[in-house]
């Protein structure tokens, strides 16, 4: 039996759903990573099915957490150091689950190295460069705008320039310096959702 495309983004819907109600501080994360990834991939001149697969992942980067326990996961202050390295599991985790249906292998890959970063000092394998999926590159920027620009329970959120000033720091360290330019050049567009009034509680 083939699903309709209607019933698989359903699917996916449901699938971060159930994250969103596992971890209280993350709600409303995964959908606009996903969000912004689908923006700025269309920036980046990625189309049809490739974009699909980039807009999809941004919603299921986080689906790993599901398996950190709700001990780490939602502790309201920093993590510790064997805290920290549970938490780490968590795009392996992620790699794990989605791996299982054969149609979400695409996916999977780009889940799994969503926190690599360019210079080679990411995990879980420690790729660089065009080593990692263009995918987990896009996402890893996208992911980290939405932390800078929500609140957690021990740091308040960024202002919008020092949080563009922070992906510029990090170009050719933790990110793509073509996919900074790109971000950059379209600020405004990708991160036009966040209204600062708005506050949004989440963990990386």
Not at 69 to 74: E, F, G, I, T, W
Not at 90 to 108: A, F, M, Q, T
Not at 180 to 190: A, L, Q
Request: proline share 3%.
């Amino acid at each position: 039996m083939l699903f309709s495309s209607e019933v698989y983004h359903d699917i996916i819907e449901s699938m971060v759903a159930a994250l969103d109600a596992k971890d209280i501080y993350t709600a409303g994360h995964s959908t606009r990573v996903g969000n912004m990834a689908n923006k700025l991939g269309i920036y980046l001149g990625i189309q049809s099915e490739e974009l699909e697969i980039l807009h999809i992942a941004g919603h299921l980067h986080d689906i790993g957490k599901i398996g950190v326990p709700d001990s780490v996961l939602n502790k309201r202050g920093k993590l510790d150091l064997q805290e920290w390295e549970i938490m780490k599991k968590h795009p392996e985790i992620g790699y794990k689950i989605l791996s299982k249906v054969k149609s979400l292998d695409n996916i999977s890959k780009i889940v799994l190295h969503h926190h690599e970063r360019w210079d080679g000092r990411g995990y879980p394998n420690g790729l660089c460069k065009k080593e990692i999926p263009l995918g987990s590159r896009i996402i890893a920027i996208c992911d980290s705008i939405d932390a800078m620009k929500s609140n957690r329970p021990y740091r308040k959120l960024i202002s919008d320039e020092e949080c563009k000033n922070e992906i510029i720091k990090n170009k050719g360290i933790m990110y793509d310096p073509e996919i900074v330019n790109c971000t950059i050049e379209n600020w405004g567009e990708i991160t036009q959702e966040y209204d600062p009034n708005n506050e949004f509680y989440i963990v990386i």
